[in-house]
């Protein structure tokens, strides 16, 4: 049975980034996402049910309004335990949001991996959810109290007031000063020597003292990004706020569109130099080949998914401008076979191409092994359902997270045998542009 739900439109004259920062800022004790797409901002406040498979992937904890259930992961498989978890909850007409870290690509091909902290997937089914677009914003929720309540918060307010103004806080260094990433690179290029593997993406984790203001990171983080896809998000106590470049997938109507982006350079500096550095990019022949790789592994992983004559490249090697970066960009899209469906393509393609590697098991292993902690998030997905047909999943880099523990940014960059150990550390300060000057701290 569909919760009851009472829904108000109306329309807001203040920009849509400042609303949804005003709103998460007024809720950040609450469990909440903020997903932004083509112009469109899809934020989910509260919790009417959610699901989270613990980090060793031992145990599911389902929370519902009746109550909080955990019980060991035996049969079905967690996969199974999402799908009809979505299946049950779809039909309330609410919009499911969710993460899920990079060891579930393990945990899901029975690899082993070394557990972290966060999750490896949650779900949350939303008790407000709130939709805005261009100057219209729409509130619908299951308590009619809460609804009004941020009716009048978001109506009745000069939400400019209501922002937590940006502070600036202890520059992040982005420097490799004990030489560990380029050793990290180098160790993988003896692999790749040895056969091992063909591509994997290496990365470093910079640590972010004191606690982040997750919304204020949002404010500045945006005005300063043009991502493919932006989210914040709190759940379960795990904080992320990111400026995605790309999506792992997104399948709607039948249809399964991935979107790998490999080659990287600066966009930072006068219209002059930026234009340089495009050229270069598109010249650069490591650079293309890394890309043509990512995107026949794209073709033959749809190729588990689709009939051979409905994959198709829609658009290859263009340049994809993202913040700080600009990257050479493709998409390649298939029809589901009529037996498959949503989960089996994320099955197939998580975690992306691009942030892990070629062949994709054996870049999992070896990212394990050429790093020193979980990458918990990081190069995982946000996930936005819209039903039991229809999941986009944006890719998790360009990120700030935080819980109880620490706080930190990341970044890698793709390594093939052309690759010089130097180039992708450059590449990796490159990519921390987009996110490092625009985290901000919270203050007492």
């Not at 062949?359 to 996930?383: D, F, H, M, T, W």
Request: aromatic residues 6%.
């Amino acid at each position: 049975m569909s919760p009851h739900q009472m829904s108000i439109t109306f329309t807001s004259h203040t920009q849509a980034l400042e609303t949804v920062v005003s709103v998460l800022a007024r809720h950040k004790s609450d469990d909440y996402y903020a997903y932004e797409r083509r112009e469109t901002w899809h934020i989910g406040i509260g919790c009417h049910a959610s699901l989270v498979l613990d980090s060793q992937g031992d145990t599911v904890t389902i929370k519902t309004d009746a109550g909080q259930t955990s019980r060991p992961i035996d049969e079905p498989s967690i996969t199974d335990v999402a799908r009809n978890f979505v299946s049950e909850n779809s039909k309330s007409g609410y919009r499911i949001f969710g993460q899920a870290g990079f060891n579930y690509a393990a945990h899901i091909r029975g690899q082993a991996y070394t557990p972290g902290n966060w999750p490896l997937l949650a779900l949350l089914v939303p008790r407000i959810e709130m939709l805005l677009h261009q100057n219209t914003i729409t509130l619908k929720g299951i308590d009619d109290d809460e609804v009004k309540a941020l009716y009048e918060a978001i109506s009745h307010t000069n939400t400019s007031l209501c922002l937590a103004c940006p502070r600036n806080s202890k520059p992040i260094g982005t420097q490799d000063i004990d030489g560990s990433y380029t050793a990290r690179v180098e160790r993988a290029l003896r692999d790749i020597a040895e056969g091992r593997y063909i591509k994997v993406i290496p990365s470093r984790a910079l640590e972010v003292d004191g606690k982040i203001d997750m919304p204020a990171t949002l404010l500045a983080g945006r005005q300063s990004n043009n991502p493919a896809r932006t989210f914040s998000l709190s759940h379960a106590g795990y904080r992320a706020t990111g400026f995605s470049p790309e999506l792992v997938l997104s399948v709607e109507n039948g249809k399964v569109k991935t979107e790998p982006l490999a080659g990287t350079r600066s966009a930072l500096g006068t219209k002059q130099e930026v234009e340089k550095l495009r050229d270069e990019l598109l010249n650069d022949p490591k650079e293309i080949v890394e890309h043509v790789l990512s995107v026949r592994e794209a073709l033959e992983e749809l190729g588990q998914l689709c009939p051979s004559d409905t994959i198709k490249v829609d658009d290859l090697m263009s340049i994809r401008p993202r913040g700080s970066v600009q990257h050479l960009g493709s998409s390649v899209s298939g029809t589901l076979l009529p037996e498959k469906d949503m989960w089996d393509a994320f099955e197939v393609l998580f975690p992306s191409i691009t942030a892990s590697g070629i062949p994709k098991k054996a870049a999992i292993e070896a990212i394990q092994n050429l790093e020193n902690e979980p990458r918990e998030l990081y190069s995982g997905a946000v996930l936005m359902i819209e039903n039991s047909q229809s999941l986009e999943a944006a890719l998790v880099l360009r990120t700030v997270f935080q819980d109880e523990n620490r706080g930190w940014i990341q970044a890698g960059a793709g390594v093939i045998s052309q690759s010089s150990p130097q180039r992708e550390l450059t590449e990796t300060r490159e990519k921390l542009a987009s996110i490092a000057p625009f985290v901000i701290s919270e203050t007492p």
